[in-house]
């Protein structure tokens, strides 16, 4: 089997093909390709995390995070401290979870006395739990770990904080939001 192909000068010749190398396209779309594919990898070391006081927690790359606009939270008679009420999202009824709260008991944190006036609203769905509505004070945002240093997490911190980073203006806390889910529902 023949091909025909044209060179510099935009004259047509056969060629057999086995006799074809690779052209220089194919080549440089053979790098591009490469690097996408390197450039993917990178960006998995890229995490959302939320803030809470100075804290700064790292979610799971497999939970599905959705912003909430503020909503009237409403009131629950007798629920635990941390559970700030309910609110229905698309007619589904989720207890709110006050993150300050969860720092005060677990990490022995004080409470900024001002932290309730600016805050966001995240569902977390969690395939092991129905969602959870928790409050934070900033939006997610995007951290590259690589960026970081890692750090040792002290002895006595909650069973559901798992690695630390930190560079020079932040740490970074990972956090398995499974078995945060479940502490709280140890403490009901």
């Given amino acids: 089997m023949h ?19 690779p052209s220089y396209t194919s080549i ?8 996408l594919q390197k450039k993917n990898i990178v960006t998995k070391i890229d995490r959302f995390f939320y803030s809470v006081g100075d804290y700064n927690f790292l979610f799971e790359e497999d ?4 912003n909430i606009p503020q909503k009237t939270i409403n009131q629950v008679p007798h629920a635990p401290e941390w559970c700030l009420g309910i609110i229905s999202v698309r007619n589904e009824i989720m207890p709110v979870v006050d993150m300050h709260i969860i720092l ?15 805050f966001c ?18 939006l997610p945002r995007v951290a590259n770990i690589k960026e970081y240093n890692p750090l040792i997490v002290e002895e006595n911190s909650p069973k559901w904080l798992g690695k630390a ?4 203006t932040n740490k970074l806390y990972e956090v398995d939001h499974n078995k945060l889910f479940n502490t709280l529902r140890s403490i009901l």
């Avoid at 440089?28 to 690097?35: G, Q, R, V, Y």
């Fill in 121 to 138: 609203l995240l569902m977390i769905k969690h395939e092991h739990h129905m969602p959870i509505i928790i409050k934070v004070d900033k």
């Fill in 3 to 21: 091909t025909v192909i044209k060179n510099n000068t935009g004259k047509a010749k056969k060629r057999l093909d086995n006799d074809v190398k």
């Fill in 165 to 168: 980073w930190e560079n020079s």
């Fill in 63 to 66: 939970l599905k995070l959705e």
């Fill in 28 to 35: 440089l779309n053979s790098a591009i390709d490469s690097t």
């Fill in 104 to 118: 005060r008991d677990e990490l022995k944190q004080k409470l900024d006395k001002d932290y309730s006036k600016n």
